[in-house]
């Protein structure tokens, strides 16, 4: 029983140093897919995400560029 214990502990120890080395030994070129990354393994909390959705649609609409007015496109 004792070994049952001790072999599952281990086998946790060395996922969870799998994943840490995953996460610390990844590099970025950029700083923009260091921040994708992030994202990607950041869950956002349901109340800033409605609270952002709706920040969003009080925003004023774009308007065309000057120079698409221009030529009319």
């Given at each position: 029983?004792?070994?049952?214990?001790?072999?599952?502990?281990?086998?946790?120890?060395?996922?969870?140093?799998?994943?840490?080395?995953?996460t610390v030994g990844a590099e970025f070129?950029?700083?923009?897919?260091?921040?994708?990354?992030?994202?990607?393994?950041?869950?956002?909390?349901?109340?800033?995400?409605?609270?952002?959705?709706?920040?969003?649609?009080?925003?004023?609409?774009?308007?065309?560029?000057?120079?698409?007015?221009?030529?009319?496109?």
């Amino acid at each position: 029983m004792k070994q049952k214990h001790k072999l599952a502990s281990e086998e946790q120890q060395q996922v969870s140093e799998t994943q840490t080395q995953k996460t610390v030994g990844a590099e970025f070129a950029t700083p923009e897919e260091l921040l994708r990354y992030d994202a990607a393994q950041t869950e956002v909390p349901p109340t800033v995400a409605k609270r952002l959705d709706e920040s969003l649609q009080n925003e004023p609409k774009r308007t065309r560029s000057l120079w698409r007015r221009l030529t009319g496109r």
